[in-house]
């Protein structure tokens, strides 16, 4: 390894090839507000739904109270498993800043060390970071499409009921 004379050139070079994972990461940040604003909605309407079975169990005179019960138990799963893929999601997008975050500096180490390995190493990273971006933004797509079935259910579910 040797090291690359720096100058002004140099260093305007290399922060062009930083700014690259740095776009990604600033993606990854917009993605990542959405995800924890979801994961956020999804627990507090696992708290209410818990209140609502709670206050259910000590109240079993309400009308509906069968048909209420039972819709509840079917969507404790499902949002079970929303949470747990929205915690996927933002666990996999925190990795893939993670590892873009690693690259700019693989980047800066390739070009003051002039090292192919380094470079290397740095463009494996960046499409790594990719990949691992791309993989929670399918989880996120999964948690949506979920959701918009339990939606759907429980929607169909309650227009079957006449009165109360």
Request: proline share 2%.
């Amino acid at each position: 390894m040797t090291t690359a004379p720096m100058n002004a050139e140099t260093v305007a070079r290399t922060i062009n090839l930083i700014i690259a994972p740095t776009v990604l990461l600033s993606v990854c940040t917009l993605i990542q507000n959405g995800i924890l604003g979801r994961y956020t909605s999804v627990g507090d309407r696992m708290r209410k739904i818990d209140q609502e079975r709670l206050q259910l169990l000590h109240d079993k005179s309400l009308s509906h109270w069968d048909e209420r019960m039972t819709l509840l138990d079917k969507q404790v799963p499902v949002f079970i498993r929303r949470h747990t893929l929205l915690q996927s999601a933002a666990l996999t997008i925190y990795l893939a800043m993670l590892i873009l975050m690693i690259c700019m500096f693989a980047i800066a180490i390739s070009v003051i060390w002039t090292s192919n390995i380094w470079a290397i190493a740095a463009l494996f990273l960046f499409l790594t970071g990719g990949v691992v971006l791309l993989v929670g933004v399918a989880l996120i797509a999964m948690e949506i499409r979920i959701s918009h079935l339990a939606i759907c259910y429980e929607l169909r579910r309650l227009s079957t009921w006449r009165e109360f």
